[in-house]
């Protein structure tokens, strides 16, 4: 993997290696673009594998090809987006295969997931107190892992990541129509299953206001 | 538009992505239905929820450490401060 490094170094007259001009400038702006994205794609990647392990190798497989790439990178375009898709493009080639099979949910696995990263989760704020905010995180989390994948991974990739519809057609690679009915239908099921939670604790789930 | 066509674009008008003349149907039929004016409100709370309720966390500084090091090859005294060493 690191074969074409040695390329990149340089000896001076002192026999001491150092990065060429041009790597350094590489680097330099790789460090600046790239590097401010790494919180999102470890959780994109921890969403993908439920693995802290996995997703830590996933992302530093990502991370060394965007480096490797970072040429073919269109400046001026989302970074973010680049690189959500180098990992995706990974996490199918490495991990897919041996994933569990899609519509079924492993519910003692997401427990654990969710328990192994609640010490080191990033606090997130909550506003009102209608029976939608009573849901639980892990509750939401089921949910959205409930549904298949082509449906959560839109929900995912617009309401997590942030990401336009452009962004994501081209990530999913389908085209935009495509992101838009699965985002509709995917919303569908979501708040279907979210309501039921939600009843389930005795909230009223008429449109109330 | 009808109500039916409205609930298709609810999702799409969440993310503000409709076309301009898709939104500007929308919105005059929200100013005239109270049903579908009150389904977007929870139609976008959806959205919130997603965000708000799905746990963030911070990738490993081992994994900060190891990305922040790509291009500088092993062996070097300085590494992480390779470069700003190099610009001074």
Known sequence: MDTQKSSEKKKTKHGKEVLSKEELKKQQEFQAEAIAHINSLYNYALHLTMNPDDAEDLVQETYLKAYKFFNSFERGTNCKAWLFKILKNNYINRFRKNSREPGKVDYDLIKDFYHSIKDTRVDTTEADSDYFHSLMHEEVYQALQSLPEEFREVIQLCDIEGFTYEEIANMVESPIGTVRSRLYRGRKLLRGQLENYAKKYGFNTDTEE | ?88
Request: hydrophobic share 40%.
């Open chain 2, 1 to 88: 538009m009808n109500c039916k066509k409205a609930h298709v674009l609810m999702s799409c008008a969440v993310d503000g992505e409709l076309t301009p003349k898709e939104e500007k149907e929308f919105l005059l039929h929200l100013s005239e239905c109270k049903s579908c004016t009150e389904a977007f409100g929870e139609a976008k709370k959806t959205k919130l929820i997603i965000r708000e309720k799905i746990l963030r966390v911070k990738a490993p500084q081992s994994l900060v450490d190891s990305v922040l090091k790509l291009g500088v090859f092993p062996g070097m005294e300085t590494e992480k401060n390779l470069i700003f060493d190099q610009i001074s």
